[in-house]
């Protein structure tokens, strides 16, 4: 009896020995990988090297596309990948660079919107990169009614 419950001990030990090393190694491999991160400090830094990240087109004619420019320089030392722009809604078209940015490099997102209901509007364009954190553009304005 006593040899039994000594197995059965022993086999307790190995298994909780055993997941420990399991989530130890884990943890070692997770904090290695974020370091391979690009050294922007993420795209909302990058993106902040912009003039600006909010743009107020102020009165827009109802029908008539419009466009806000975006630059950004990557102050890192490793190369910026954006892999996806999303505008919040259909009417708000992003475009990015699908190069990587060197550091050093600038790149540009812009943002078409297209005016097709008047009256004020804030649309967001969301950023996604080979970083920890996506960052966020703004556009704001009004529409308003064409001239007949």
Do not use: W
């Not at 078209?93 to 790149?107: A, D, Q």
């Not at 297209?114 to 649309?123: D, I």
């Amino acid at each position: 009896m006593e040899l039994k419950h000594f197995n059965e001990v022993n086999t307790m030990k190995r298994t909780l020995l055993l997941s420990f090393a399991l989530m130890l190694g884990l943890v070692v491999y997770q904090n290695a990988s974020s370091h391979n991160l690009p050294a922007i400090s993420r795209v909302l830094e990058a993106i902040s090297k912009c003039e600006k990240t909010t743009h107020d087109f102020g009165k827009i004619e109802q029908n008539k596309p419009v466009t806000a420019t975006f630059e950004f320089t990557n102050t890192g030392d490793s190369p910026l990948i954006i892999t996806k722009a999303t505008g919040s809604c259909g009417c708000t078209v992003p475009s990015y660079p699908k190069e990587p940015i060197m550091p050093g490099g600038t790149g540009i997102i812009t943002a078409q919107f297209n005016a097709a209901a008047s009256g004020s509007f804030t649309k967001t364009v969301d950023i996604e990169a080979n970083t920890a954190k996506a960052a966020q553009l703004t556009i704001t304005g009004t529409v308003v009614t064409a001239k007949q």
